[in-house]
């Protein structure tokens, strides 16, 4: 096996645990093998992934060798990829100041609520704030901003005009579908495409934030959000129940390894109160979240209580953060607090 042949099958490695090549991560530099000696650079960032990818690689390659020489090369790494904060990240959004992208590891989190009360909470603070619903196959931000049943129009310029509603602009595929139901049966590239296409063609005027609502997991749509766009800082939404999980892992793993910085994780449903009692039952026994930012050495953003107002609150189309209580305000609010103060932002 030579050099080229080498670099081309370790291209085609799957990372562990997501279904993405290293080809596709870009985590592989250079590669030379020379008398059944290889040596081979690794581009990741984090420490844990560069021992994950070394390890992989020798289960795979080790017998073929006499020597496997496995280096990590930090500081490339961020400059070759197109990935974040790098020297020349692509940017299809220039009109936006900041991007945050909200994701989580599952679906069901939260997530969508979470990225909606903060964007509002952003444009409550003074800033101009739009929002970008990527989570393609189950949009709801329309509907949990009750702009379910406002239709797009086109601007002179041919631009597409935003929703809008409780001070943010916002953009669905779910705007665009004939009806709220209508499931969208695209695939991964189309879905992408549409997504550029909101990013690219969209009035959104100037933004400070751009607030992104991710589709969960770490597939392609996050990729390629992560490649299109210099995000300023990620949030990572969990509940305590999958709190410790593989799932969480990735994620965090794979916006590590794609240099983009991790403002931090939010535990929402984290304790219930009771309606009537107000009182606090810690159902999943308290302090998950904060653990696992712990483990990953990423900040500690919040909890968010399960509270029935707030799901019925968000179902109805009034997000808590405008229309709650103070006190459910009060819990978003301190995690927009705590996500300025923890990430760098151009403002
Ligand atoms: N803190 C909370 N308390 C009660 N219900 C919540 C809370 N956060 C979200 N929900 C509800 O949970 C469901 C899933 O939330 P959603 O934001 O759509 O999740 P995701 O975007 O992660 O799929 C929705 O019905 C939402 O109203
Ligand atoms: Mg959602």
């Known amino acids: 096996m030579n050099s080229n042949e080498l670099k081309l099958a370790l291209n085609e490695l ?21 008398n059944k000696h290889a040596k081979i650079e690794l581009l990741t960032v984090s420490d844990e992934s560069y021992l994950n990818v070394k390890k992989l690689i020798e289960e795979h390659f080790s017998a073929l060798f006499d020597t496997l020489d496995i280096v990590k090369k930090n500081l490339q790494a961020k400059k070759d990829m197109n990935y974040g904060h790098s020297a020349a990240p692509n940017n299809r959004a220039p009109y936006a100041k900041n991007v945050i992208a909200v ?4 679906g069901g989190v939260g997530k969508s609520t979470v990225s909606v009360n903060l964007a509002i909470a952003l444009a409550q603070k003074g800033f101009k704030v739009g929002i970008l619903d990527a989570d393609v196959y189950g949009p709801n931000v329309p509907r949990l901003t009750n702009t379910d049943l406002q239709r797009l129009s086109w601007n002179d310029a041919n631009k597409i005009v935003p929703a809008e509603n409780f001070g943010i602009k916002i953009m669905s595929v779910a705007l665009t579908t004939p009806t709220m139901d209508t499931p969208l049966v695209w695939r991964s590239s189309v879905a992408v495409n549409a997504l550029i296409q909101f990013l690219e063609d969209v009035a959104w005027g100037e933004l400070d934030f751009l607030v992104i609502d991710m589709p969960p997991g770490t597939g392609d749509v996050q990729l390629t959000i992560a490649q299109e766009l ?47 009692t107000k009182t606090r039952y810690d159902i999943f026994g308290t302090g998950g979240g904060e653990k696992i930012a712990q483990k990953y050495g990423v900040p500690f953003l919040g909890a968010i209580p399960l509270d029935m107002q707030v799901r019925e609150g968000s179902d109805k189309g009034e997000p808590p953060v405008a229309l709650g209580t103070e006190e459910q305000k009060k819990f978003y609010r301190e995690i927009v607090e705590n996500i300025l103060k923890n990430a760098t932002f151009n403002l």
């Open 14 to 34: 799957l990372y562990p645990g997501i279904q993405r090549t290293l080809g596709d991560l870009k985590l592989i530099g250079e590669v030379k093998v020379a």
């Open 103 to 106: 994701t989580s590891g599952k």
């Open 230 to 276: 210099p995000i300023s800082a990620a949030v990572l939404v969990t509940t305590p129940q999958i709190v410790a999980t593989d799932d969480v892992s990735r994620a965090v793993m794979m916006f590590k390894d794609i240099g983009v910085k991790m403002a931090g994780i939010v535990e929402n449903m984290s304790y219930f109160i009771a309606p009537d």
